[in-house]
């Protein structure tokens, strides 16, 4: 069976966390470990309530202001500040352009309700043909319901799809459904092992370049 679709994660693949300084800043102040911001922030309970849409991710955020006994009026600054070592990856994103010439590309993100708006407002909505956002569809990886969803959005079968995550649960719940799935942790290795993929299940008859050479990190 041949592969029609390709699916990406975005935090940790597409949008990563290149530079910790900021987080670390941000801990120092409020007297707190790096480690217990982040939970703070990505696995406390209003998150997990904001992941599946069950609030929206400005009541996330309000909440994580009371934790750190601030007022409503830091919080914007607090948020900037939190995610100014994140970085795009620029190059990923032009490989995944090219790569829609030949495959349907999609998103399938575990994310507050201000994803999408986010992804439009960084001009780069155009590299996807679908976004599966856990807030929007009301469930989060690894649970195969947003993976069928996913797939149904892009009319694909999941032995014709390949996803990209930087989490092994995910990866896992992929996989459980059918998928193709890659555990993403570096750039490079990532697209070799897409290629792969893509190489061995092709019809004999087609003949394309090999994707993503031009796009390697030196």
Not at 62 to 87: K, N, T, Y
Not at 94 to 113: C, E, H, P, T
Not at 137 to 155: H, Q, S, W, Y
Not at 178 to 201: P, S, T, Y
Request: proline share 2%; charged share 30%.
């Amino acid at each position: 069976m041949t592969i029609q679709a390709v699916y990406f994660d975005l935090g940790g693949v597409i949008v990563r966390t290149e530079f910790q300084a900021p987080r670390q800043h941000l801990a120092e102040r409020f007297e707190m470990e790096y480690d217990d911001l982040v939970k703070m922030v990505f696995d406390s309970e209003t998150s997990a309530q904001a992941s599946l849409g069950l609030i929206r991710e400005q009541e996330h955020w309000v909440a994580v202001a009371r934790r750190l006994h601030l007022p409503e009026s830091e919080i914007q600054s607090v948020r900037e500040e939190f995610f100014a070592g994140d970085v795009t990856d620029l190059r990923l994103l032009d490989f995944m352009r090219a790569l829609r010439k030949q495959y349907k590309v999609g998103l399938i993100s575990n994310a507050w309700s201000g994803m999408r708006a986010w992804i439009v407002s960084k001009k780069f909505e155009d590299v996807f043909d679908s976004m599966t956002i856990s807030a929007e569809v009301g469930v989060a990886k690894p649970d195969a319901c947003i993976f069928r969803k996913a797939l149904e959005t892009l009319d694909v079968a999941p032995a014709e799809s390949v996803f990209l995550d930087d989490f092994a649960d995910n990866v896992d719940g992929a996989r459980a459904v059918g998928m193709h799935a890659i555990l993403f942790k570096q750039v490079d290795r990532a697209l070799e092992e897409l290629n792969q993929i893509l190489a061995g299940h092709r019809q004999p008859s087609t003949r394309v370049g090999r994707l993503g050479d031009e796009f390697k990190h030196e």
